[in-house]
């Protein structure tokens, strides 16, 4: 089976993980770093992409990154002349995305602007800077990065990016990032059969996740705000959703998969009766807050089996997996 190599851009701390995805799927990692792998993926990831990526992109050029200085750039366009294949054609329009890392002495719409230029001899195409206006809602994307060693070009095979999750049709406040919520999943190892409580589900994205990665399990979502479950139901018919308090489960469940309130939005204080009032299940896969962390590491009925330390729109929460 061909392969094509594949930009995919992940959560900061999730890399490995969604690593670990790739590679059950049959895909080969070729390189990993902060916040993306570059992956020589079989045509199967454009119908079933990874759960853990944020974002996906067929690579049409990588290489050498040119360096912090304005002047450097024009070797990038020579480059990008010289290499650069289009993986999808295209002749609707297009824009075009950067990001780098470091301090350089351009910015991102010169880098933008220069890739759409070579893409638009190539292809033929409109390019739309984002220097003046917002791009038409009908295009193309394309994604530029530049981390350090290599710049990477690659165009969006999906009409949207990954993170955005067809099934989520409301949300609140607090409501998780989808592709944290697969990796938790993920982590849970989940099997048929078993019974799987979150008992603060909020829009239920956790569960909703969980049962797209393991449909053979059973879920059941609670949470004590009639406007949580009204908008779990609507994401989620096929899930049970429960009015009730996270201190007294109405079932015994297998695991536990949760997204506790951070205390930023929503508080909550001790988490410690909650982690006693789960004592049937056999696994504790949650996310919580740098302070919270201690709080279920150093339980005394659970053994700590994993932690994530994530970066997540300025957060910095930790996935926490605790073991009977
Ligand atoms: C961080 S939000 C969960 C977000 C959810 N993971 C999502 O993606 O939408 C926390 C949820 O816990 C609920 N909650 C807070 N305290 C609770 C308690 N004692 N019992 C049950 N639910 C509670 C809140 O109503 C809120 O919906």
Same mark, same amino acid.
């Given at each position: 089976m061909p392969f094509t190599r594949v930009l995919v851009r992940t959560v900061t701390g999730l890399e490995h993980l969604a690593a670990a995805e790739l590679t059950s799927a049959g895909h080969r990692v070729l390189d990993l770093s902060k916040r993306q792998l570059v992956v020589d993926a079989t045509q199967v990831i454009l119908s079933e992409p990874p759960k853990l990526a944020d974002d996906l992109f067929l690579i049409g050029a990588s290489v050498d990154d040119p360096g912090r200085t304005k002047d450097a750039l024009k070797a990038l366009t020579r480059q990008l002349r010289r290499q650069l294949v289009v993986p999808l054609p295209h002749d609707e329009p297009f824009a075009v995305s950067a990001s /780098?890392? +470091?301090?350089? &002495? /351009?910015?991102? /719409?010169? !880098? =933008?602007?220069?890739? +759409? $230029?070579?893409? $638009? =001899? %190539? &292809? +033929?195409? %409109? /390019? *739309?800077?984002? %220097? &003046?206006?917002? #791009? #038409?809602? *009908?295009?193309?994307?394309? %994604?530029? !990065?530049l981390d350090g060693d290599s710049v990477h070009v690659g165009v969006r095979p999906f009409p949207a990016p990954l993170h955005r999750r067809n099934w989520r049709q409301h949300t609140v406040p607090g409501s998780l990032h989808p592709p944290v919520a697969a990796a938790m999943a993920q982590l849970a190892g989940l099997e048929p059969g078993q019974v799987v409580l979150d008992p603060f589900c909020g829009a239920g994205t956790i569960l909703i996740e969980a049962q797209r990665l393991e449909p053979g399990a059973e879920y059941v979502g609670a949470d004590h705000a009639e406007a949580s479950l009204r908008a779990a139901e609507r994401n989620a018919a096929s899930i049970q959703w429960q009015l009730g308090d996270a201190q007294s489960p109405q079932i015994a469940a297998d695991r536990i998969l949760t997204n506790p309130p951070w205390d930023v939005r929503l508080t909550i204080g001790n988490l410690t009766p909650y982690l006693n009032s789960w004592h049937h299940a056999d696994s504790v896969v949650a996310i919580v807050n740098q302070h919270q962390v201690a709080t279920l590491t150093g339980h005394p009925a659970w053994n700590t089996g994993s932690v994530h330390n994530l970066s997540l729109a300025g957060l910095h929460p930790t996935i926490v997996v605790l073991r009977r």
């Open positions: /780098y890392v +470091g301090k350089r &002495t /351009y910015n991102r /719409y010169d !880098v =933008e602007d220069l890739v +759409g $230029a070579v893409i $638009a =001899e %190539r &292809t +033929g195409a %409109r /390019y *739309h800077s984002r %220097r &003046t206006s917002t #791009p #038409p809602e *009908h295009r193309t994307d394309w %994604r530029v !990065v």
